[in-house]
């Protein structure tokens, strides 16, 4: 169905002479009002007002223009109805073919702090949801275009077909009801009237970014959604090289990402089944990785790596040793992507540091739980013990405790030398997970770090430790049995540290 006539009534103006001069060229009669319609005719094109149209005058300081039967009879008749088209012959009422609509900006208004209500209200539009719902609900016979991305490739098409196919029309109107729909969530939002980081009306609009290969399992499918706003997020990140991602694949590598972007240091992070398997701090990113491979040279094989740095050539050479599955870091240089080429199946995600959402989200039957970011901080740490830290131990402290928080609960990581050389994660309880990463730390335990992620509630661990050799012991505190924990680790001679804050990760 060739397109004869369209309306056309955008805020975002971004492409819009381009696509109207297009449109016009191949015999489009254009229909616009206000604003578009100025910007229109200032590019010289040919527009016919919609007062024109439907002969009356805007009313209510503009809230009222195309809020009428002859722009929306235009829009929703029925071409293969014949009583449709009876109405609109017998009305003088001619057809629309495309509607070319997107919407105040509700959102960007209410943002600003200086916001009045009056501006909210006004910035709530109305005429352009409506027309733009109607040319959605009969897309069969209407093109309904909410997006400026999408200009060109309409052109295309009606250049190529002089039409848009029934199917493109059917995607273009699924755009426009998520558009409208997320719209409305906007409003409802603002007048629901919380403040608060978790609102009682929590409203978020994902788009699908990709289809992974499969899910946690071969026999599951997946997905990539993407919460708005997440451009410097691992979700949006770049595949450089290498297969499709899997479900599994994302999930590590958010995991040791997490955690990289927390290290200020050159950092190298390793992952397995999203736990730290090793990390390591150093001056730069080749050795940080030297330190993470050492740290557990069984578990990193299959793995992911994460760098806070770009990788460099020298660390590509060391990173083709591994089989690893996936490397991310902010960059690459030229020379690191020449030689990691030579593994075609691993995959190279580029990703800008940060932190992206500030809540984080996870489904239980029925349900969402949200909560806010895990942060962490130096600035309340205690020694409660009669013997103090050794001042050379501060990043090797601050390295366990944060990799403590970055894995499974109940925790316990050892670390010495800028290194984690043990991890016991997602044990049942405190004790089993210290002798899990001491028995992985062996004799490189003696002078080390262990950090617990949640208080330390009975002697035992301390007691581990100190057989063990580990000469500082970090832990939140809070424990009932905190005097008999101190006491112990004063006996044994111990340094201990609180931190005042628990850090479990489920």
Known sequence: MKVRRALVSVYDKQGLTDFAAGLSLMGVELVSSGGTARHLEEAGLKVTKVEDVTGSAELLDGRVKTLHPRIHAGILARRHHPEDINSLETLGIDMLDMVVVNLYPFAETVANPECTTEDALENIDIGGPAMLRAAAKNYPDVV???????????????QEHQDVAVGDRRELALEAFAHTAAYDREVAGWLSGDKEELPSLLQVDLQRK???????????????????????????SDLLQGKELSYNNLNDAAAAWELACELEEPAAVAVKHAVPCGVGLADTVADAFVKAREADPVSIFGGIIAFNRTVDEETALLLNQVFLEVIVAPGYTGEARQVLAEKKNLRLLACQPGRGCKLTARTIPGGVLVQQLDEASTGNWQTVTETRPDVDMQQSSWLAWMVAKHAKSNAIVVARE????????????????????????????????????????FPDVVEAAAAAGVSTVIQPGGSRGDQDVIAEANRQGLAMVFTGTRHFRH
């Not at 309904?144 to 009606?158: D, E, I, M, N, T």
């Not at 990709?210 to 949006?236: C, H, I, V």
């Open 418 to 457: 800028g290194m984690t050389v043990g991890v016991g994660s997602g044990c049942t309880s405190r004790i089993e997970a210290a002798r899990r990463a001491l028995s992985a730390a062996g004799e490189r335990a003696r002078g080390a770090v262990l950090a617990s992620d949640g208080f330390i509630p």
């Open 144 to 158: 309904p275009v909410c997006a400026p991305k999408r200009y060109p490739q309409v052109l295309q098409w009606l």
């Open 210 to 236: 990709q289809m992974l290969r499969y899910g946690e399992n071969p026999q599951q499918q997946a997905a990539l959604y993407l919460f708005p706003d997440s451009d410097t997020t691992l979700a949006a």
